[in-house]
């Protein structure tokens, strides 16, 4: 059994629409609070709605995982024009259980985890013990790094099947 930790974030259209397709798309087994967050990279675009997705199936590999993101992400009409730019829908592949991946098309964990409050934040909502491959704690890189102004949405909530 293979499982996923998944980053889904969204800041255009009907955001929590967007997510929740992403979870309904997913073989949940942990699905974070909503937070929203101020964009990050191209700061000049609306603010984005946050989870983390806890996924495992017995039959998919990293590159199945990477793949059914990027069916989740088109079909929620994602266009890859500017990066770090405002999206539909966004499912980023953070770690593969016992996967590491120097791969361009698919670094394992992902590259930027540690520096993402975004991530790090709903990801302790599933798993407060986790660990990131070759960072630490989770929790630890979160004291350092700070929340960075990550804001817990109680109003809005996902529903894993």
Do not use: C
């Not at 059994?1 to 992403?22: E, F, K, P, Y």
């Not at 990131?132 to 109003?155: F, N, T």
């Amino acid at each position: 059994m293979t499982t996923a930790v998944l980053s889904i974030g969204s800041n255009m259209g009907d955001r929590l629409a967007n997510l929740q397709s992403a979870v309904d798309g997913l073989p949940a087994l942990a699905v974070s609070a909503v937070y929203e967050t101020a964009p990050w990279g191209v700061t000049d675009q609306d603010d984005f709605l946050n989870a983390i997705v806890v996924a495992s199936r017995e039959d998919l590999d990293e590159w199945d995982w990477l793949r059914r993101a990027h069916e989740l992400e088109n079909a929620a009409g994602r266009v890859r024009e500017v990066r770090w730019g405002p999206r539909s829908l966004d499912v980023d592949v953070i770690t593969v259980t016992g996967v590491t991946s120097t791969d361009p098309k698919l670094e394992l964990p992902h590259p930027r985890a540690h520096e993402r409050a975004f991530v790090l934040v709903p990801w302790l909502d599933v798993q407060p013990d986790a660990t990131l491959p070759g960072h630490g704690s989770v929790a630890e890189l979160l004291a350092v790094l700070g929340d960075g102004g990550v804001r817990r949405r109680d109003d809005l909530k996902l529903e894993a099947a």
